[in-house]
């Protein structure tokens, strides 16, 4: 059944981990290293089973190879999912048993932060493995990915703007922010500074009541979000909200957000939306800014450059209209053959053999 997953995407390695004086019960995956590396996040979740976590951190690979190919990273897609409740299950122990897991891939895979650790826990690793990113400025990295992360969504929801309206100017465009975590703060902040209107929503009631305070945001309940008008639907929560149910609820032209995997289904809601004349902004790149980032890193940090290739996407998203107007498909299909063509490329290139001293 396993090999049956992996064939299906043409997985490379699945890794399962296991330390019980720890307990933890990690599963690693790699997906692509065809471009370099596997990069990709560390998430931890109370996962109900052991099926649901491979499946998760399965999807979650894959869709790092084609973020980091489309981005122009000369990095493969790998990601790491921990079984088990952040609040409650995190030691020092668990997170420096990973850090030896990750060590003895060799350099094959390079963990970073992703929903469920922070900093800390990087820094942990970083005590068993230098194949860390995103660990504590302190240690020459960048420090917090968020502000950089949403960048690079202010980014494409200029061109995707432009792409609509005609114009990539955000005065007076009503957006409709679905979850005000760190990464949406940092983008409301950068709209309200422009001068956008901002509709917001979280499942946490504190986060919505900064985003009100701090940029006069009018909140809704989260099953409302769908149904305010709007110019832009922006979802930085959870994947798979748009779906069957929700995208007959729509009332805007574009939706361009941070959340993963916001298609259900890739190849029928993205169609749903483009019969509903709803432009649709694929996810991963327009969340690219935070790998982007963590990948400079890896090649002693400079902020700057940093900052320069993010604002990038701009460009990138611009690339997947283009392609998408060209070859009449949907965006999401367009990117995907935006990050595929590049993988293909470099699989030609690499097949001249070379001796390595």
């Known amino acids: 059944m396993l090999f049956e997953k992996m064939e299906k995407y043409d997985y490379e390695q699945v890794v399962f981990c296991q330390d019980e004086a720890s307990g933890l019960k990690a599963i690693i995956a790699i997906h692509d290293t065809t471009l370099g590396p596997a990069l990709g996040g560390c998430r931890m979740w109370p996962y109900a089973t052991e099926e649901e976590a491979l499946e ?7 869709g790092m190879t084609y973020k980091n190919s489309a981005a122009g990273l ?53 005590e068993e493995t230098k194949h860390v990113t995103g660990v504590s400025e302190s240690f020459g990295s ?21 792409e609509v309206f005609g114009s990539d100017s955000l005065v007076g465009k009503k957006v409709a922010v679905q979850g005000v975590g760190n990464v949406a703060f940092a983008l409301c902040e950068m709209l309200f500074q422009e001068g956008a209107e901002l509709v917001v929503t979280d499942i946490n009631q504190e986060a919505v009541e900064r985003a009100v305070e701090k ?5 809704v309940e989260p099953d ?45 809601h993205g169609e749903m939306l483009h019969e509903r004349g709803i432009l649709y902004a694929p996810d991963y790149i327009v969340n690219a800014g935070g790998v982007i980032n963590v990948a400079d890193e890896l090649n002693t940090y400079n902020a700057e450059r940093a900052k320069q290739k993010i604002d990038e996407i701009y460009e990138q998203i611009g690339k997947v209209y283009e392609i998408s107007a060209r070859e009449g498909i949907i965006p999401a299909e367009a990117a995907d053959h935006m990050a595929e063509e590049r993988i293909a490329t470099m699989k030609q290139v690499h097949s001249t053999f070379f001796a390595r001293s």
């Open 56 to 62: 998760d951190v399965l999807r979650l690979a894959r």
């Open 74 to 126: 000369n990095l493969g897609g790998g990601k790491t999912v921990i079984i088990g409740d952040p609040k409650k299950d995190k030691s020092e122990a668990l997170f420096r048993a990973l850090g030896r897991y990750v060590e003895s891939l060799n350099g094959r895979y390079i963990i970073a932060e992703d929903v469920g650790t922070t900093v800390q826990d990087m820094d942990y690793m970083h």
């Open 215 to 219: 940029f006069q945001a009018t909140a």
């Open 224 to 268: 409302e979000i769908y149904q305010v008008e709007a110019d832009i639907f922006a979802p930085c929560a959870l994947g798979g909200i748009l779906n069957d149910d929700t995208i007959p609820q729509l009332k805007v032209k574009a939706v361009c957000g941070s959340a993963n995997n916001q298609l259900l289904d890739i190849k029928r």
């Open 142 to 162: 960048s420090g917090n990915p968020s502000p950089l992360t949403a960048r690079g969504i202010y980014a494409s929801m200029k061109r995707t703007a432009k």
